[in-house]
């Protein structure tokens, strides 16, 4: 209803996408909001970065992707594992995730200051021992970039599959240079400039990859979550096969992820005109233009 009248059915069906896509980033209950939008941002409007990370589609995708790439490393899964409410609320700790991506990316710099400056002394508290003894600490530097590089290059992979296939390498490259800010502002060593470097730096992480029992069970909880509603669930559970189909082989194989490339194009297809049709619903949207 709006000023005593019914909204025309696209009107509807655009608030009704934009308001259901919005709840999985912000907590009403709590009285979160979108991020605003800010000139004085980390990075200038006009970045590849804002480019990348504006997409609500592509992020919900790349950001799957990113953690069933991250999990392959025993420290990191057991860093959430061992210290994070992540099993009791799957929902609470990716939506906090997602707002520290879009804080750092699009909010003021001094609420990007803040934000990263919570998370590092988080990451003080969060160390332990691997099932074999091997200790870990979540603000080791090197584990800190094999958690980077695997959102970086997730989020980038979404964006060309399901946005703008066409790409060039130096806006790859430029993307990989913006977010390495951040990444080196949370204490993370060595950092890739590039996607060469980016690809190279996840290649020697490999002999230290491996899946168990509780790889397994976080994978399969992250895929299996539930949707926002009743009309979301055809299209969340689209997007969950496209943030599988995106993994690079080495890590479906390791998940144990069936490979079949006839249904690849056909994945990559339904997830698109998702895309396309959110973006189309944020556009028209006009008082959410100015927020994520």
Known sequence: MANGLLLPPSSHLRHMLVRQVQDVFNDRDRGEKPIVRSDNAL???????????????????????????????????AGVWDHSG???????RLRRTARFIAVTTFGDRADADAAIDRVRRVHGHVKGALPDGTRYAANDPRLLAWVHVCEAMAFLDAWI???EPGMSGADQDSYFAQAAQVARALGADTVPESRVEAEALITSFLPELRVDARTRDVARMILSQPAPSTAMK????????????ILPFWAKRLHGFQIRPLASPLIRGGAFTIAHMLRWAFRQNRQFRSTI
Do not use: C, E
């Open 43 to 77: 990075y200038p409007p006009q970045s590849v970065i804002w480019r990348v990370h504006g997409d609500v589609t592509t992020m919900m995708i790349g950001g799957v992707t990113a953690l069933l790439l991250q999990m392959l490393h025993p420290a990191a899964l």
């Open 161 to 163: 599959a399901f946005a």
């Open 86 to 92: 992540f099993r009791r609320d799957m929902v609470g």
């Open 234 to 245: 055809p299209a969340q559970a689209l997007l969950m096969q496209a943030a599988v189909d």
